[in-house]
T-cell receptor
Framework: KNQVEQSPQSLIILEGKNCTLQ??????????LRWYKQDTGRGPVSLTI?????NTKSNGRYTATLDADTKQSSLHITASQLSDSASYIC???????????FGDGTTLTVKP | NAGVTQTPKFQVLKTGQSMTLQCAQD?????MSWYRQDPGMGLRLIHY???????DQGEVPNGYNVSRSTTEDFPLRLLSAAPSQTSVYFC????????????FGSGTRLTVV
């Protein structure tokens, strides 16, 4: 069964600190991996998209990495801000299988 | 540029009632999809469309119908609402199935009593 597992389930950090969120997947064949940020009560917003040949993609203070060999991705947030408090969702797509599989998300809380 | 617009934002239905959740996008995206998000769970695909006149089932299609008569609109119909359909529903569109330019609507919170 294709799965996307995210860890930790939740995380609390102090403002200004860095953090790393993990995404492990078994989806095959792999097409792309996307990270989304979802604020409470809002729809997900795309942060990064990576294909098989890309191992790093940045979007401001967000940096995603991909190791397609080990089927792992991480999202690193630098110098966290209160506005980073949200759920972060990892999505892996397999076009030949015709589907995208969503992880359950990591809930990040940034405290002052 | 409004992006993806969903209406209504909130809805309460009685068991057995039917209704249509509206979704419209103004980005000329070919690919549109509907998801539901239950508390503590990931988004699950209900139905999707790769272009006008073409729809297909996702992971959890039972109890829902869709149609795609135009590129812009992708309504989701609940045929006979059940409490198990209480959820937050998101519509999304993208330029193609690669997911580039993938945009979600702000969601419809549906409660079935």
């Amino acid at each position: 069964k294709n799965q996307v597992e995210q860890s930790p389930q939740s995380l609390i950090i102090l403002e200004g600190k860095n953090c790393t969120l993990q995404c492990n997947y078994t989806v095959s064949p792999f097409s792309n991996l996307r990270w989304y940020k979802q604020d409470t009560g809002r729809g997900p917003v795309s942060l990064t998209i990576m294909t098989f040949s890309e191992n790093t993609k940045s979007n401001g203070r967000y940096t995603a990495t991909l190791d397609a060999d080990t089927k792992q991705s991480s999202l690193h947030i630098t110098a966290s801000q209160l506005s980073d408090s949200a759920s972060y969702i990892c999505v892996v797509s397999s076009f030949s299988a015709g589907k995208s599989t969503f992880g359950d998300g990591t809930t990040l809380t940034v405290k002052p | 540029n409004a992006g993806v617009t969903q209406t209504p934002k909130f809805q309460v239905l009685k068991t057995g009632q039917s209704m249509t959740l509206q979704c419209a996008q103004d980005m000329n995206h070919e690919y549109m999809s509907w998801y539901r998000q239950d508390p503590g769970m990931g988004l699950r695909l209900i139905h999707y469309s790769v272009g006008a006149g073409i729809t297909d089932q996702g992971e959890v299609p039972n109890g829902y119908n869709v149609s795609r008569s135009t590129t812009e609109d992708f309504p989701l119909r609940l045929l006979s609402a059940a409490p198990s359909q209480t959820s937050v529903y998101f519509c999304a569109s993208s330029r193609d199935r690669d997911g580039y330019g993938y945009t979600f609507g702000s969601g419809t919170r549906l409660t079935v009593v």
